[in-house]
């Protein structure tokens, strides 16, 4: 059984950084695609990032320019870079694996910005 979990959430002023890291244990092979979702209260979870294994990125519309989606190299580890967060970023962010055809998801970790 595969599990992921995340790290790195917190609080942050406007305009500050933070850096999440999302590590994959038990029975785990490479990673096909790896993202970050994010989901604000009362809102749909949102799309922010992904990354395949041949190593292309994409993002949301909203995050281009500020935020850095990336993976080691045995492809179980994935961080978001995310800088010069405001209080739209806030939310709680959870990470996938593509593991086979399986979506495999994380337990989330919060983000809060203060203005």
């Known amino acids: 059984q595969v599990q992921l979990v995340e790290s790195g959430g917190g609080l942050v002023q406007a305009g500050g950084s933070l850096r999440l890291s999302c590590a994959a244990s038990?029975?785990?092979?490479?990673?096909?695609?790896m993202a970050w979702y994010r989901q604000a209260p009362g809102n749909e979870r949102e799309w922010v990032a992904s990354i395949y294994s041949s190593g292309y990125t994409n993002y949301g519309d909203s995050v281009k320019g500020r935020f850095t989606i990336s993976q080691d190299k045995a492809r179980k580890t994935t961080h978001l870079q995310m800088n010069n967060l405001n209080t739209e970023d806030a939310g709680v962010y959870f990470c996938?694996?593509?593991?086979?055809?399986?979506?495999?998801w994380g337990q989330g970790t919060p983000v809060t910005v203060s203005s």
């Open positions: 996938k694996f593509v593991l086979g055809g399986r979506n495999i």
């Open positions: 038990g029975n785990v092979v490479s990673a096909n695609a």
